[in-house]
């Protein structure tokens, strides 16, 4: 019954390769996210949608791209990984993007170490 | 943009001693701020979440308070115990994080 689930928990690749983290969430919640936690643990929010819909694309190179095939779901790939890009991953869900709702608890995914050779 | 701040970065204290960690931001224009927990490998975990209506929130040990005018925001852990050792962050409206205070707390 995990709320947020991420998966691989652990994926270990070469430069250039291509690679997918799966998310899927079973809140109800209509909105998702996609964080990385750098070496020096600071959290960074990438995107954010809502509604299947990108809402917010922060400063991330193109080569990073979400997909949200329903609600429950917000996939990442990332094409052409970097060492820059190894980090952790982590997807997080709330009802809404923008407090509009009173109840906005955010909830965690358990996070995705990438680690790129 | 909120800019947020956590200080100290790292904190140690005594088992049984109360505590405040600090959460400053930019913008008062804000709409919530939740505190999460973070152990170490692990994901994060919702501790409370403050409204801009609200002033406070408690749960058990914990009470977190709001203040929009200062852009100040404290979570205050009563009588600590060594499993409240971890990294504690907070978020201003939903995804701007702190870079986070680690806590000890010796046995």
């Known amino acids: 019954d995990t709320a947020v689930s991420q998966t691989p928990k652990y994926l270990v690749t070469q430069m250039g390769n291509d690679k997918s983290i799966k998310c899927e969430q079973n809140l109800g919640h209509d909105t998702m996210y996609w964080y990385k936690q750098d070496s020096k643990k600071f959290l960074k929010i990438m995107f954010s949608y809502n509604n299947k819909e990108l809402i917010i694309n922060e400063t991330v ?4 791209s979400p997909k949200s095939p329903d609600k429950a779901h917000l996939n990442l790939h990332i094409n052409s990984l970097e060492l820059g890009d190894s980090a952790v991953y982590f997807c997080a869900s709330s009802q809404d993007p923008q407090g509009l709702v009173s109840d906005n608890e955010q909830f965690f995914g358990p996070g995705t170490r ?3 050779l | 943009k909120q800019e947020v701040t956590q200080i100290p970065a790292a904190l140690s ?8 960690l600090n959460c400053s931001f930019t913008d008062s224009a804000i709409y919530n701020l939740q505190w999460f927990r973070q152990d170490p490998g692990k994901g994060l ?3 409370l979440l403050i409204q801009s209506s609200q002033r406070e929130q408690t749960s058990g040990r914990l009470n977190a308070s709001l203040d929009k005018s200062s852009g100040r925001s404290t979570l205050y852990i009563a009588a600590s115990q060594p499993g409240d050792s971890a990294t504690y962050l907070c978020a201003a409206n939903q995804f701007y994080f702190g870079t986070g205070t680690s806590l000890t707390v010796i046995p």
């Open chain 2, 45 to 47: 975990t919702s501790l």
């Open chain 1, 61 to 64: 190179p193109n080569r990073f």
């Open chain 1, 114 to 116: 990438l680690t790129v």
């Open chain 2, 13 to 20: 204290v005594p088992e049984g001693e109360n505590l405040v």
